[in-house]
């Protein structure tokens, strides 16, 4: 017999079930209204965080999916309860119409077409390698399953679903195959893009203030997008005031902690003055902005977030949570990072294309960068957040090859995007600075043949360099290169040094360290080329 409404009132009754009350509080003690079919939920990472029930179209299946994820939000946390909605909805039953799973039917027609149902996922997410995705709702197959098999769930075929063998998600994939859009940032050639970009940015706009802050902290700490979401102003902490050389440590707010709520727990990091900086005036630009809020019925200052959203978190909001009505959500906070890049038009080198940015690209950066330089897999987890060394395996693996074949034509071509060479080309010592003076004048001189020697420029520092020439000559604003200098000859040298201590070596890092004066060399030798040309 089909059930209706009526009838599974009845059913309820007949079996002592709990039924869905007006309202829950989430593990984390905010109030949620689960009256109707339409759940705000207190998720304040996400701009929309609202579950529409009304979408399942069976009675059985729309009432043990709300006790589900009743389930999640009381005993584990709102992203579990919102999570564990989406994921059953994207995976099974946004299928519902075409397995008949619409309407009035009996528990045995529910029973038969929900298992083929399933079955037709578990084929697909097989054939696009993706099985890892059905977690979830496998988990919610199997606890309905163990709680309502009187509504139309196998208990049998439950069984078999906990035998299967599911895959973890895999999250290394992107760092294992070096993936040009998704993987790691090329270090010499990607990377310094970004921080010389922000170097340059001068605008104190807002937004222009949040993108540099967004994209520093990401490159320095790889952390998640909802741990910006949860940072303060006041995490910022200057711990040598007294001193001349301010030493900064910032307190990240910790997620997947399972503690109820993310700053509950902070983890203190050190952070680059430089970094600390674009911080710093991103405070300074919040000060023009008002967080009050009207609560019963009085103005209540809110402690400022780091990333203030002026138009408040609507999900913070509905939630009572005044606390976040402010924040702003991970999507804004990647937002922030393409629009950065965006608005400097950073090309990658590799693509040729505007770079792929996100903060999990910048995490896998700091990971195998770090991993390439020798760090212990216990401080990178650390460092990641992780609680155990299980997940930082994949960098390590990576770390031998994440320094591709670099070639003359390869550094040149890399030179057409990026300019480490930031000082004046000179035809003769009478155009110099510091030209008559003869202990500023510069000479390569090769490494495995002292006698190959090649004059290359005058270096117009008058103060004592402590730079080490003439490996960083070339990206020094003060190097005078002259335009007659041989400095292809310079090129093709450095590029059989990095060959010869990358192959006697086997460490990345000492073929990291050549790279950025492999390409200012080619940059001068082919705008000297250039200028010679034009002459």
């Given at each position: 017999m089909a059930v209706g409404q009526q009838e599974f009132k009845k059913l309820i009754s007949q079996n002592g079930w709990l039924d869905i009350p007006d309202k829950i509080a989430t593990r984390e003690g905010y109030s949620v209204n689960t009256s109707g079919d339409n759940w705000s939920i207190p998720y304040v990472v996400r701009d929309h965080s609202k579950i529409n029930f009304g979408k399942i179209a069976q009675e059985s299946l729309r009432w043990c999916t709300k006790r589900y994820v009743l389930e999640k939000l009381k005993v584990t946390s709102s992203h579990a309860g919102y999570s564990s909605f989406t994921h059953?909805?994207?995976?099974?039953?946004?299928?519902?119409?075409?397995?008949?799973?619409?309407?009035?039917?009996?528990?045995?027609d529910l029973k038969s077409k929900l298992i083929g149902l399933v079955e037709a996922s578990i084929s697909k997410a097989r054939s696009d390698h993706r099985l890892w995705a059905l977690y979830r709702p496998i988990q919610w197959y199997l606890w309905c399953a163990d709680n309502y098999p009187e509504l139309g769930f196998c208990q049998a075929y439950a069984l078999e679903l906990d035998g299967m063998s599911i895959p973890g998600n895999p999250k290394g994939e992107a760092v294992k195959l070096e993936d040009p859009d998704r993987g790691p940032l090329h270090r010499s050639v990607e990377l310094p893009l970004l921080v010389d970009a922000m170097r340059s940015d001068k605008s104190q706009k807002l937004e222009h203030l949040q993108q540099k802050a967004a994209v520093a902290l990401s490159i320095a700490l790889g952390r998640n997008p909802a741990n910006l979401t949860y940072l303060r102003e006041t995490d910022l902490?200057?711990?040598?005031?007294?001193?001349?050389?301010?030493?900064?440590?910032?307190?990240?707010?910790?997620?997947?902690?399972r503690q109820i709520n993310p700053r509950d727990d902070l983890l203190e990091e050190h952070l680059d003055p430089e970094f600390a900086g674009y911080i710093k005036q991103l405070i300074k630009a919040n000060r023009s902005i008002s967080t009050t809020i009207?609560?019963?019925?009085?103005?209540?200052?809110?402690?400022?977030?780091?990333?203030i959203?002026?138009?408040?978190?609507?999900?913070?909001?509905?939630?009572?949570?005044?606390?976040?009505?402010?924040?702003m959500t991970s999507e804004g906070i990647s937002n922030l990072l393409r629009a950065f890049v965006k608005r400097h038009i950073i090309v990658s080198p590799l693509t040729d294309e505007l770079l792929h940015i996100s903060t999990r690209r910048l995490r896998y950066t700091l990971a195998?960068?770090?991993?390439?330089?020798?760090?212990?897999?216990?401080?990178l987890a650390r460092i990641l957040d992780h609680t155990d060394t299980q997940h930082v395996q994949v960098y390590f693996e990576l770390a031998g090859n994440i320094v591709e074949h670099l070639d003359k034509a390869t550094a040149k071509g890399f030179a057409k995007y990026l300019?480490?060479?930031?000082?004046?080309?000179?035809?003769?010592?009478?155009?110099?600075?510091?030209?008559?003076?003869?202990?500023?004048?510069?000479?390569?001189?090769?490494e495995t043949n002292p006698a190959d020697q090649t004059e290359i420029g005058v270096c117009g520092e008058n103060a004592v360099c402590h730079l080490d020439p003439p490996y960083s000559c070339y990206i020094c604003p003060k190097f005078q290169p002259y335009r007659h200098a041989d400095h292809e000859h310079v090129l093709e040298r450095l590029l059989a040094d990095r060959d010869t201590r990358m192959k006697k070596y086997e460490n990345a890092r000492l073929g990291i360290q050549l790279d950025q004066v492999i390409v200012a060399v080619a940059q001068v030798a082919e705008q000297c080329k250039l200028e010679t040309a034009h002459a």
């Open positions: 059953v909805w994207t995976e099974f039953l946004q299928h519902q119409k075409a397995h008949g799973l619409i309407g009035n039917i009996t528990h045995n902490v200057n711990v040598t005031p007294e001193l001349d050389e301010s030493c900064y440590i910032i307190k990240m707010p910790r997620i997947k902690k009207k609560i019963d019925g009085g103005m209540v200052e809110i402690e400022k977030p780091l990333f959203n002026p138009r408040k978190n609507r999900a913070a909001m509905s939630a009572g949570m005044y606390q976040d009505c402010y924040n195998t960068g770090l991993a390439a330089e020798g760090i212990s897999k216990r401080e300019n480490y060479f930031k000082g004046k080309v000179i035809d003769d010592d009478s155009e110099a600075v510091n030209g008559d003076r003869d202990d500023k004048h510069l000479a390569f001189i090769d």
